[in-house]
């Protein structure tokens, strides 16, 4: 997760909680420091990020998105999601699959998205790779979700000096991808879309989303 810090949070309260990784918003939660206190990051911290996924095209659009997000703020990715789903057919693998190179330079051209030629084009080639995907595992969600940390590899508290940019998980995981052929998926992207899509929960201690998302992964089945 790429973190933008608060401003003007000069007060000693404020100052203990950003060592802690959390800060308190004007409905007085605690809440993870990355989401800077701007209102549709704050949002995507409280009703998406950490929210236990298995839905394929999902998934798919997720890890397609923190591929763009290499080298950008997740917060220009967020804002631009909607062009992206416009562009990309919803992120619909088998239809993005059969993207030609009219489909390119229809992307290249899209002002709405980030216009990076390389990373169109990954999109295009891992949607065919995902339909090699699911068509050996039964679903993306299967093979990702095989990938899930146990408990004992976690911290036993998790606060902000304790999240990892990458664990031995997210690097097996980009490994296997990067054999299959995908593209754009180094082991800090992979790791990033492993935090989002629920399997692990890296909300700090103290944040007020942390407890829901521990009792959502409990009570979530996990795909196989």
Not at 96 to 104: L, P, Q, R, S
Not at 153 to 181: F, N, V, Y
Request: proline share 4%; aromatic share 10%.
């Amino acid at each position: 997760m790429t973190t933008q810090e608060p401003t003007g949070s000069g007060d000693t309260e404020a100052a203990a909680l950003l060592l802690k990784g959390l800060l308190k918003g004007p409905d007085d939660l605690h809440r993870c420091w990355w989401h800077g206190g701007l209102e549709e990051y704050r949002r995507y911290h409280d009703e998406e990020w950490g929210w236990p996924v298995d839905a394929d095209r999902r998934l798919f659009e997720k890890i397609c998105l923190e591929g763009f997000q290499a080298g950008l703020s997740w917060l220009t990715i967020l804002r631009k999601r909607e062009a992206f789903r416009a562009a990309f057919a919803n992120f619909e693998f088998d239809v993005v699959a059969g993207f030609d190179e009219a489909d390119v330079e229809r992307c290249v051209a899209d002002k709405g998205i980030v216009r990076h030629r390389g990373k169109i084009v990954s999109v295009i080639n891992n949607a065919k790779r995902a339909i090699e995907l699911k068509q050996e595992k039964g679903s993306l969600a299967a093979h990702f979700w095989s990938f899930e940390p146990t408990a004992e590899s976690r911290p036993e508290k998790l606060e902000r000096g304790t999240i990892a940019a990458t664990t031995p998980e997210s690097i097996a995981l980009s490994k296997d991808l990067k054999k299959r052929g995908w593209s754009f998926v180094g082991p800090t992207t992979v790791y990033a879309f492993m935090q989002s899509m629920g399997m692990v929960n890296d909300h700090v201690e103290g944040c007020c989303c942390r407890a829901r998302i521990e009792a959502a992964r409990d009570a979530f089945t996990r795909p196989t």
